[in-house]
């Protein structure tokens, strides 16, 4: 589908995300014609801009992005950008927004169709949903919102808001963005998975020991210190792009590739989510600080915080589900700010079978997703001029080449916003179990707060606390990457 009429708004347009990710990815977009004549986006925010400054902010945002940059085409782009001064806070600007609209949909015979992208701090998202709604912005076409994470704070309040959106938008039409859908290797997992035998047939759990993943990041939290501490690492990545991850890993087979059959073998999974009981938090999970050093902040001293806070900022767990191909198999996960190195990664860890030799290394499968792209699986062979039994590592992994071509999450997301394409979004089902099972451990740690205790203390740029080590089921288990 080519050069497909619409009107976009974004809401934060003057934001990080829009200069970063939006305005880059959409240009690739109008390149490759999936957007050229017939679209109009219009950009809001509160400060002052003219049309024309955002348009030199467009430009400077695709230069920053791109290495090499047709001229022509990105002067002709940029013209179909304009921005419009908006508080999402006055009602009385979205009738400006509305008939700008109008005005743009005319001249560009966009054909009444509207994109809504709330590119802004998740508290005005329930404020725009709600004045999307009574000021009527709706058109006659095909109308869609993009909604950024977090959706909600806890379950009550992401069914808030689901209620504001789904008061204009029909489920099919809201588009719950995890970027990490959009990542290369994130959406290689189900053809790893189904068109292999050699893992397909292994993915079970008589074969899979446990499952480990690992989202670590090497910065800390910088100057979004007031955000974070609201949030913490559990609500901030373990809600949405590690939920994401291990959805994929452990659906069944959907029938086919449509997104309602990936959506219903998902919801599938998620029906048989286990809820861990308080005593079962207490054991498998672990919520860390990061200290400072010589030349680092703590977390407690960071700008924003609380000096007494219990936020953490870093989290390790472990997930199981009742139903699916690895049924009752553990699922650890961990993710933290200044951890050793930016990586994230998933570890399958297969069960060790007997064999004539004695011992042998474990069968591991391992997709890195960040920031290289690979998957490695560790084989036994034979060690050349002695006895025993040696390590190797089968690679899958990309050339330079090829590297160049993937496309960042965010213009396959939007593509597919523009395609009507719901496969890699969250569907509001998903969304409400993950709450169930983030609200869960919230509740035990803030009881552990009144109980005096406090997050586990760790180093920065080590892999988090010590005691995130002792979360396992069995003494024989432990993590794979160090
Ligand atoms: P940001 O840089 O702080 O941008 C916020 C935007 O909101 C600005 O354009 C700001 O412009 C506008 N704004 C603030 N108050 C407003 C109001 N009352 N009315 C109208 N506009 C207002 O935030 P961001 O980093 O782009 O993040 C936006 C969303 O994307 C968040 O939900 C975040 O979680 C998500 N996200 C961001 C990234 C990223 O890389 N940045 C990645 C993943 C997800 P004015 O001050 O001019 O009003």
């Given amino acids: 589908m080519k050069n497909i009429p619409v009107v976009m708004i974004i809401f934060g347009g003057s934001g990080d995300l829009a200069h970063r990710k939006l305005y880059p990815a959409l240009f690739n977009l109008y390149e490759q014609g999936l957007i050229r004549d017939n679209f109009a986006v219009i950009a809001t925010a509160r400060r002052p801009w003219t049309h024309e400054y955002l348009r030199g902010q467009i430009a400077d945002a695709v230069h920053e992005t791109h290495t090499e940059v047709n001229e022509n085409d990105l002067a002709d782009f940029t013209q179909h950008f304009y921005y419009q001064s908006h508080d999402v806070t006055n009602v009385g600007h979205y009738e400006t927004l509305k008939e700008l609209a109008q005005e743009l949909d005319d001249r560009y015979s966009a054909q009444g169709n509207r994109i809504f992208y709330l590119a802004m701090a998740p508290r005005f998202f329930g404020t725009i949903a709600t004045h999307l709604n009574d000021q009527h912005l709706t058109s006659s076409g095909f109308n869609r919102i993009v909604v950024e994470k977090p959706f909600g704070h806890e379950l009550a309040s992401a069914e808030k808001l689901n209620q504001q959106i789904t008061a204009s938008f029909a489920e099919d039409d809201i588009f719950r963005i995890d970027h990490y859908l959009g990542k290369e290797m994130v ?6 998975r ?3 035998p050699l893992i397909k047939n292994v993915w079970n759990n008589s074969e899979i020991k446990n499952i480990q993943v690992t989202l670590a990041e090497r910065l800390g939290v910088e100057a979004r210190g007031g955000y974070y ?17 291990v959805t994929l890993l452990a659906m069944p087979e959907p029938k086919d590739l449509n997104a309602s059959s990936i959506h219903e073998a998902k919801q599938e ?30 977390y407690l001293q960071e700008a924003n915080v609380a000096e007494d806070s219990a936020t953490e900022t870093f989290v390790a767990g472990e997930m199981k589900f009742k139903n699916g191909p690895i049924a009752n198999v553990p699922i650890y996960f961990r993710t933290g700010k200044e951890l050793k190195e930016k990586k994230t990664r998933i570890d399958i860890v297969l069960k ?3 064999n004539p030799y004695g011992q042998a290394h474990s069968n591991n499968i391992t997709l890195i997703v960040d920031p290289n792209m690979e998957i490695y699986i560790t084989i036994n062979g034979k060690k050349i001029s002695q006895t025993g039994i040696r390590r190797e590592n089968l690679d899958y992994n990309f050339s330079k080449d090829e590297l160049a071509e993937v496309p960042d999450g965010y213009e396959r997301l939007l593509h597919d916003v523009f395609v009507n394409d719901s496969t890699n979004f969250t569907h509001w089902s998903e969304l409400q179990a993950y709450w169930k099972f983030i609200d869960a451990i919230e509740s035990a740690w803030q009881k552990a ?14 892999m988090g606390p010590k005691e995130a080590d002792q979360i396992f089921e069995r003494p024989t288990e432990h993590w794979i990457y160090e």
Avoid: C, W
Avoid at 272 to 296: C, K, M, N, W
Avoid at 449 to 462: E, I, S, V
């Fill in 187 to 192: 959406q290689n997992i189900l053809p790893m």
């Fill in 194 to 196: 189904f068109t292999n």
């Fill in 229 to 245: 501490d609201t949030s913490g690492a559990l609500r901030d990545m373990v809600q949405n792009h590690i939920f994401q991850i």
């Fill in 269 to 298: 999974l998620l029906a048989g989510l286990i809820i861990p009981s308080e005593a079962e938090i207490a054991q498998h999970f672990v919520r860390g600080q990061y200290l400072g050093s010589d030349t680092t902040f703590g």
């Fill in 352 to 354: 060790h079978r007997s």
């Fill in 449 to 462: 707060d009144q109980a005096g205790q406090k997050p586990a203390q760790y180093l920065p740029y080590r």
